[in-house]
T-cell receptor
Framework: GEDVEQSLFLSVREGDSSVINCTYT??????LYWYKQEPGAGLQLLTY?????DMKQDQRLTVLLNKKDKHLSLRIADTQTGDSAIYFC???????????FGAGTTVTVRA | GAGVSQSPSNKVTEKGKDVELRCDPI?????LYWYRQSLGQGLEFLIY????????KSGLPSDRFSAERTGGSVSTLTIQRTQQEDSAVYLC?????????????FGDGTRLSIL
């Protein structure tokens, strides 16, 4: 299956920007998602991007996609304490339906 | 509008017992998925249902695991003769369709602990 990699931890000061990175191996990955998981909860869909796009912005969230390098990033502007969570990158091929997930990045926001 | 609903939210049972986990998808969603989240394995696909088509069971880890979806809506995941390695969070998701990148929306999961 698809390999999806993320760094495991990120610590950021409140009010700063956070950048979470993800790399994947399958160049046919067509749909790329970011999910957020808070303690004891399921996965909340944050945003997603299609492979024919380079960037997508949604309020404080900006997704950047570099298809050549198979690199996806999620930028959170003005990071708040409520942004502390685990963030999962997930990818899907054109005719696929099984999401391949990264291991998740634990984001800790410090005052 | 209601999201994906799973029950029970937590389940503790003894090794060797059978357990049933339930998932109510978002109304109108034809595709339903089960995933498992465990410390050692991360998030793994288990099974997928789409409309009246035969389910994709390729992710089920053993024949102790089975799932059904009645009336194209509610799904039940059954684990027979539970083992300690079955301890995990079982997540259900649904989407409007299975193809075209329709986002999968997840429930809060069932936390299963096998003693």
């Amino acid at each position: 299956g698809e390999d999806v990699e993320q760094s495991l931890f990120l610590s950021v000061r409140e009010g700063d920007s956070s950048v979470i990175n993800c790399t994947y191996t399958d160049s046919s990955s067509t749909y790329l998602y970011w999910y957020k998981q808070e303690p004891g909860a399921g996965l909340q869909l944050l945003t997603y991007i299609f492979s024919n796009m380079d960037m997508k912005q949604d309020q404080r969230l900006t997704v950047l996609l570099n298809k050549k390098d198979k690199h996806l990033s999620l930028r959170i502007a003005d990071t708040q304490t409520g942004d502390s969570a685990i963030y999962f990158c997930a990818v899907l091929g054109l005719n696929d339906y099984k999401l391949s997930f990264g291991a998740g990045t634990t984001v800790t926001v410090r005052a | 509008g209601a999201g994906v609903s799973q029950s029970p939210s937590n389940k503790v049972t003894e090794k060797g017992k059978d357990v049933e986990l339930r998932c109510d998808p978002i109304s109108g969603h034809t595709a339903l998925y089960w995933y498992r989240q465990s410390l050692g394995q991360g998030l793994e696909f288990l099974i997928y249902f789409q409309g009246n088509s035969a389910p994709d069971k390729s992710g089920l880890p053993s024949d102790r695991f089975s799932a059904e979806r009645t009336g194209g809506s509610v799904s039940t995941l059954t684990i027979q003769r539970t083992q300690q390695e079955d301890s995990a969070v079982y997540l259900c998701a649904s989407s409007l369709g299975a193809k075209g990148g329709q986002p999968q929306h997840f429930g809060d999961g069932t936390r299963l602990s096998i003693l």
